[in-house]
């Protein structure tokens, strides 16, 4: 399974931003959103079902972010609103065949795609 994001960028704070990761295949992937900042270990953010019917978020970002995935185009997006210096980060999606949620024992990862926070 192949996972690439796209979307980064720089934002203001206050600002939106839409992630996606393109895959090879979805409907079958339980996925997620987790992040890492400079000097600090990867975070989780956001996993999603199969489906798309169930989500679950971590605390720092519950609100202001939603994932969601289209399994017709096999893409998996992260809606990010009121960013904060803090959300700063590299962004990853993972994939796996189970369900980790926030979990990052997820076998399948991309390449991550940065975002700033300014």
């Known amino acids: 399974v192949q996972l690439v994001e796209s979307g980064g960028g720089s934002v203001q704070i206050g600002g939106s931003l839409t992630l996606a990761c393109s895959a090879s295949?979805?409907?079958?992937?339980?996925m997620g959103w987790f992040r890492q900042a400079p000097g600090k270990e990867r975070e989780a953010v956001a996993g999603?079902?199969?489906?798309?019917?169930?989500?679950m978020y971590s605390d720092s970002v519950k609100g202001r972010f939603t994932i969601s995935k289209d399994n017709a185009k096999n893409t998996l997006y992260l809606q990010m609103d009121s960013l904060k210096p803090e959300d700063t980060a590299r962004y990853f999606c993972?994939?796996?065949?189970?369900?980790?949620?926030?979990?990052?024992?997820?076998?399948?990862w991309g390449q991550g795609t940065q975002v700033t926070v300014s």
């Open positions: 999603i079902s199969t489906t798309g019917g169930s989500a």
């Open positions: 993972a994939a796996d065949t189970l369900w980790f949620g926030l979990n990052p024992q997820y076998r399948y």
């Open positions: 295949a979805t409907a079958l992937m339980y």
